[in-house]
């Protein structure tokens, strides 16, 4: 069984919106931090968002205001809603949890 499972990618225009989840097979209540990560062609994997255990939340400068990420304990679910995408947005999106990585989602955004 895969521990950590996304989904919600797709290829969206500038401007449009798309909601990533990533469903871990384990329980994430109590988990101290949840992150979303990505990886955009020929750059290196990037943090995008944190959410801790409190719902505290982190952002990368570059999508601060844009991107929330929020948790679901219940669903064993952390989500990343992306709205006003851009294209530099574009890349390969990963979740991270306990040291774990899903396989990730491809977001394409066009122009």
Known sequence: QVPLVESGGGLVQ???SLRLSCVASISIFGIDVMNWYRQAP????????RITVGSNTYYADSVKGRFTISRDNAKNTVYLQ??????????????????????????????
């Open 42 to 49: 020929g750059k290196q994997r990037e943090l995008v968002a």
């Open 14 to 16: 500038a401007g449009g």
């Open 82 to 111: 992306m709205n006003s995408l851009k294209p530099e947005d574009t890349g390969v999106y990963y979740c991270y949890i306990k040291n774990l990585w899903g396989q990730g989602t491809q977001v394409t955004v066009s122009s």
